[in-house]
């Protein structure tokens, strides 16, 4: 359920771009996310910090969308965002005793502080280098394949990443000794 709540938006703005233009579509993004992040705290009783974070982008550069309604702002938008990020997860590393990436998955992973730095140093280029993937798209396609790539392109992509991050950090996760269950034989069934 909560995946579905999670894409409405973004399949709320694909249906909009379609159907009307690139600007009728952020407006129906900036409201279909005010209208995830009010449902989900009716829901659960608290607010998701994913879907503040991603309101508070969308009504701040979506916002900046409909005020210039230049659609080239638009297609830079992506970049500029990816290549904030990867700032702030470099700069990260020289405030406070944690990067980014240990602040947000230090509460469920246990990992060397080597491993952090690196998955931190792989999101800040990962991030770099979908800013300027998304570029070579803009100034090479037209704004139809721009916008799919934009959903499935960068989406993919970020998922493939996850995937292989996750297969690292594998490498260096402990299983519990002191679990009891760890002793007895498993079955396949």
């Not at 233009?21 to 995830?36: E, R, W």
């Not at 979506?62 to 997860?89: C, Q, R, Y």
């Not at 005793?97 to 998955?119: A, C, N, T, Y």
Request: aromatic residues 18%.
């Amino acid at each position: 359920m909560k995946m579905m709540i999670d894409f409405l938006p973004v399949a709320l703005f694909f249906g909009a771009y379609y159907a009307a233009d690139i600007f009728v579509a952020t407006g129906v993004l900036i409201i279909a996310c005010t209208l995830q992040t009010l449902a989900f705290r009716l829901w659960k009783g608290y607010f998701e910090k994913s879907h503040v974070i991603t309101l508070l982008l969308v009504a701040v550069f979506g916002g900046l969308t409909l005020f210039l309604h230049d659609e080239m702002f638009i297609k830079w938008k992506p970049s500029v965002i990816n290549w904030l990020f990867a700032v702030v997860f470099i700069g990260s590393m020289w405030i406070g005793d944690k990067s980014i990436i240990q602040r947000l998955l230090g509460g469920q992973v246990e990992l060397p502080k080597l491993v952090w730095s690196k998955l931190n140093v792989a999101w800040a280029l990962f991030f770099t280098f979908l800013g300027f993937l998304n570029l070579y798209v803009v100034y090479n396609y037209d704004t139809d394949t721009w916008v799919n790539f934009k959903m499935f392109g960068l989406m993919g992509l970020t998922l493939v990443f996850i995937i292989v991050k996750s297969l690292y950090m594998a490498k260096y996760i402990q299983e519990d000794d002191s679990n009891p269950d760890n002793d007895k034989p498993h079955h396949n069934d």
